[in-house]
């Protein structure tokens, strides 16, 4: 089993949507997480922490299930430069999960 | 500008030439990674330090790599004898170490190598 695993997408949704997506993790210690956006040929940017059960960011939300061993990451109110790729990583892991590409559309 | 600084930004090599890249991490940051990202894939993990000790490096690195960081400050990646493989981008990242629960990196805008 990946240490990280996302599903790829893409996940295509109008704006205005609201849109999640899981990552599951293999390491129960894990006790950090971080969501970071990666836009097309730039550099990943960090997005969200989560060093509890979860976190809010004004239309993003992360919350953690430690029982099933997976982090989400909620979108509402999709905008269009919300398409990005989403990557997820433990903060005790060194690899990142391969991203799930959102496209948002008119 | 304090973020992590990657030089150069783009490197186009013929095959079989020598390559090296640095990477500048923010200054208060004793950890630093190095990761390799090609198109539509995650970013993928190669080396990491903390301060002048390499305290991992992936099994699927090739010994044509390898990674520095004499002075626990800045960093630096050789490619020897490069493939068209090597081709992507290269990221480094780095994080401070504080405590016992892993705090988030940040990453420079990578160096994207071409191997013709």
């Known amino acids: 089993r990946k240490e990280v695993e996302q599903d790829p997408g893409p996940f295509n949704v109008p704006e205005g949507a609201t849109v999640a997506f899981n990552c599951t993790y293999s390491?129960?210690?894990?006790?950090?997480f971080f969501w970071y956006r990666q836009d097309c040929r730039k550099e990943p940017k960090l997005l969200m922490s989560?060093?509890?059960s979860g976190n809010e960011d004004g239309r993003f939300t992360a919350q953690l299930n430690r029982a099933s061993q997976y982090i989400s990451l909620l979108i509402r109110d999709s905008k269009l430069s919300d398409s990005a790729t989403y990557l997820c990583?433990?903060?005790?892991?060194?690899?990142f999960g391969g991203g799930t590409r959102l496209m948002v559309k008119p | 500008d304090t973020g992590v600084s990657q030089n150069p930004r783009h490197k186009i090599t013929k095959r079989g030439q020598n390559v090296t890249f640095r990477c500048d991490p923010i200054?208060?940051?004793?950890?630093l990674y190095w990761y390799r990202q090609t198109l539509g894939q995650g970013p993928e993990f190669l080396t990491y330090?903390?301060?002048?000790?390499?305290?991992?490096k992936s099994r699927l690195l090739s010994d044509r790599f390898s990674a520095e960081r004499p002075k626990g400050s800045f960093s630096t990646l050789e490619i020897q004898r490069t493939e068209q493989g090597d081709s992507a981008m290269y990221l480094c990242?780095?994080?401070?170490?504080?405590?016992?629960?892993?705090?988030?990196?940040?990453f420079g805008q990578g160096t994207r190598l071409t191997v013709v």
């Open positions: 990242a780095s994080s401070p170490k504080t405590g016992v629960i892993d705090t988030e990196a940040f």
């Open positions: 390491n129960s210690a894990s006790q950090s």
């Open positions: 989560v060093y509890s």
């Open positions: 990583k433990a903060g005790n892991m060194l690899t």
């Open positions: 200054s208060e940051h004793n950890r």
């Open positions: 330090f903390q301060n002048e000790a390499q305290l991992e």
